[in-house]
Structures are given as C-alpha cells and as structure tokens.
Antibody, heavy 116, light 110 residues
C-alpha cells in the first residue's frame, strides 16, 4: 500500500544538526514532488519545504532558509531533510507529505526535540 | 504566523451545520485552489477537500467546500461526534513561493 515512513528524529542540543529521512513505497516516488510539514506540540501545521519530482527545484519557508536543506534519492525512493543550527523553536513533529490534488499521503511523523 | 486566518474554534450539536472560514489574499486563495484537512487527535492530517470543493473518495458528502475571491469555507452538515477534530485550510502562495496552512479551527460537538 501507499506509505511514507519517516525516521531520524530525536533529542538534539541547540546549534547541532540532524538529518531526517522518509522512505516511500506503493507509488512512483520519482513522479511526485515531496514536502516536509511540521507541527510543534499543541500548535498548528507549518509548511517547511518542497522539492520537485526530479530534485531540480526546491522551495523553503522564509523563516528556515539557509538552515534547512531538502534532497531526494529517486533510486532509493527516499526523501531527506538536513537541519542545521537547530533552535528550540524547531521542536516539532516532522511529517513527510506527497500531495497532488486527491493523491495526498502523510507519514506518521518523526519527533525532533531541540533541548540542552 | 500564518497568512491564512481561521477562527480558533467552532461548535455545534449533533445534526447541526457548522461552517469554518479561511481568509487569505490575492497571492494565495485568490489565485490558487484551496485544500482542507481534518486532524483527529494524535493522528496525521487527512485530506477532506481538494480543488476548493472536490471530495476525495471516502469523504462523506456531509462535508462541502467553497471559495469566493480571497476566502474559502468548509461546511459540515449533520454534525457527528466523530467530526470533533482540528481543521486546516491550505493553498499555495505565489508571493512566498510556498505552501501555506490556515491557523486551524477546533470543532467541538456539544
């Protein structure tokens, strides 16, 4: 079945880096743009970044530019999010998402906690 | 903060109709489709509406969407206890070159 499985979350100190992964299955990963969306505890949804189907175009939320980087490996059906210079306000559940009109799939999320 | 504004809460008794608004601008709702999500406690968001008023397979016809100018709305008719959840609107913002979500509305069934 169609599935997105995130991994790589954890507890990290402020200023450190973390790399999230998202393994896709059940659909043609290389045909779809992919997103990362995050949700801080008790807060709303916040779009983070988008990468085009071939990795040629990338878009970021203004507040994150320069610190986060999205990439993908279509040969391995995997999406990545490199997060640098992490701050306490980056603490959130990070979702991997594919959305194309009615085709809209979210992973279960991976929790990132930035704390000393 | 989000560029799409929703009321923080809405409520109704079983069987009633509840409407949630989503207010934006010409750079987002005014020029792109609106999508609606339902998020039940402890779960990932689920798509309720795409292209303003289209329901994905499996979404009951009690849910309906509309858009006019720079605003959109989601209506839930025949409210049921299982509709108690958070609801978010979303669209693309051409000025920000990014997807934007609404502030979210918590629906309570009294």
């Amino acid at each position: 079945q169609v599935q997105l499985v995130e991994s790589g979350g954890g507890v990290v100190q402020p200023g450190r880096s973390l790399r999230l992964s998202c393994a896709a299955s059940g659909f043609t990963f290389s045909s779809f743009a992919m997103h990362w969306v995050r949700q801080a505890p008790g807060k709303g949804l916040e779009w983070v970044t988008l990468i085009s189907y071939d990795g040629g175009n990338k878009y970021y939320a203004d507040s994150l530019k320069g610190r986060f980087s999205i990439s993908r490996d279509n040969s391995k059906n995997t999406l990545f999010l490199q997060m640098n210079s992490l701050r306490a306000e980056d603490t959130a559940l990070y979702y991997c998402v594919v959305t194309d009109d009615a085709f809209d799939i979210w992973g279960q999320g991976t929790m990132v906690t930035v704390s000393s | 903060q989000s560029v799409l504004t929703q009321p923080p809460s809405a409520s109704g008794t079983p069987g009633q109709r509840v409407t949630i608004s989503c207010s934006g601008s010409s750079s987002n709702i005014g020029s792109n489709y609106v999508y609606w999500y339902q998020q039940l406690p402890g779960t990932a968001p689920k798509l309720l509406m795409y292209r303003n008023n289209q329901r994905p397979s499996g979404v009951p016809d009690r849910f309906s969407g509309s858009k006019s100018g720079t605003s959109a709305s989601l209506a839930i008719s025949g409210l049921r206890s299982e509709d108690e959840a958070d609801y978010y609107c979303a669209t693309w913002d051409v000025s920000l070159s990014g997807r934007v979500f609404g502030t979210g509305t918590k629906v309570t069934v009294l």
